[in-house]
């Protein structure tokens, strides 16, 4: 950044200018980095859940796939094998999601909730594959004793006439809980 000011002489004329350069790219690196903690989940390092609302919101008008994902069993990792076996339960399954859904914008929303935005039209069984093929990997993370981990996962889509971001994103929650009785009855 070049700062510059003109040197008058007492009787006001132009004497010279004074020039001072001042190096901003220590600023902007703490600026970037300010930003990234304000967006980011520092558990997974994905978005969280204030940007990953704000980018649905932005991105209202055109066609787009939500997923809502929760993970199924994991208080009982916390529960049986402590909360730093839960945190590694969590970036595994925050990996596996961003491996499986490279194209998508991938947020943790608290807990053990995460979302993936997928932009543009979607062919739905090609999804509903990944999906299945992320909720096998996800099912290999952690499988001690009687139980074990895996994902519901609500899918809602828009053609672009969804407007409510929040009615949007609750759908696909809504959608997750559907899965997740499902889920329970077939354990049963």
């Avoid at 209202?60 to 809502?68: E, R």
């Avoid at 916390?78 to 909360?83: I, K, P, S, V």
């Amino acid at each position: 950044m070049l700062i510059e000011q003109a040197i008058h002489d007492y009787f006001g004329n132009l004497s010279g200018y004074y020039c001072v350069y001042v190096d901003i790219t220590m600023q902007r690196q703490y600026e970037q980095t300010i930003l990234q903690a304000a967006n980011t989940d520092g558990l997974t390092g994905l978005y969280n859940r204030r940007y990953f609302y704000d980018f649905v919101g932005k991105n209202a008008g055109q066609p787009m796939t939500m997923l809502y994902i929760d993970l199924d069993n994991f208080k009982q990792v916390n529960d049986e094998y402590g909360h730093a076996r839960g945190d590694d339960v969590l970036k595994k399954s925050a990996e596996y999601i961003c491996e499986e859904f490279p194209e998508g914008t991938v947020a943790r929303l608290g807990g053990d909730e995460f979302a993936v935005l997928l932009l543009g039209e979607i062919d739905q069984r090609q999804l509903k594959g990944k999906c299945d093929v992320l909720d096998k990997r996800i099912r290999t993370i952690c499988r001690k004793g009687k139980f074990f981990v895996s994902a519901s996962i609500g899918i809602s889509s828009t053609d672009g006439s969804q407007a409510d971001v929040d009615a949007f994103i609750h759908e696909g929650d809504v959608r997750m809980y559907e899965v997740k009785k499902q889920h329970h009855k077939e354990v049963k």
